[in-house]
């Protein structure tokens, strides 16, 4: 986080998301909904996993597969060299109040900070699958 702070003018806006990985972890390892700009269609999830090191998670890792059923015969053509093609996604487990503080750790007590759910206040979304960080660095910096 300190390279972005780094980055950012003085008066520069850092916008920064990350999974729902509390909801994750509280509900057995499930997304309770699904993430709001990933596109679904012709992917299906095979397994889950995250690994923990000392009671603590530090890694999420997602097998999926690129299925072609269902989609339009245009785009199904198009990605046919991809059918039933296994692919991994990882990352790490940020969880909301370890994210907040490697931000204020990098950015300062100085700067303003929002977090929004699925891109709307907290309190209009109940779980949200993704949190969006905005931190404005300070002018003082």
């Known amino acids: 986080m300190k390279n972005f702070e780094k980055m950012l003018k003085p ?3 850092l916008i920064i998301d990350h999974l729902n990985f509390d909801n994750y972890l509280e509900s057995g390892m499930q997304f309770l909904s699904s993430p709001i700009y990933y596109e679904r269609k012709g992917i299906k999830v095979l397994k889950s996993y995250m690994l923990f090191e000392d009671g603590r998670p530090c890694m999420w890792r997602r097998d999926n597969v690129v299925d072609l059923d269902g989609l339009s015969n245009d785009v199904a053509e198009s990605l046919q060299k991809f059918d039933k093609m296994v692919f991994r996604t990882q990352s790490f487990p940020h969880q ?3 994210f ?3 931000l204020r750790s990098a950015f300062g007590e100085n700067a303003s900070y929002q977090i929004l759910g699925n891109f709307k206040p907290l309190e ?7 949190y969006v ?3 404005k660095k300070s002018l003082e910096n």
């Open 11 to 13: 008066g520069g806006i």
């Open 100 to 102: 907040k503080s490697l």
């Open 133 to 135: 960080h905005i931190v």
């Open 96 to 98: 909301l109040a370890d």
């Open 124 to 130: 209009e979304v109940k779980e949200p699958s993704v």
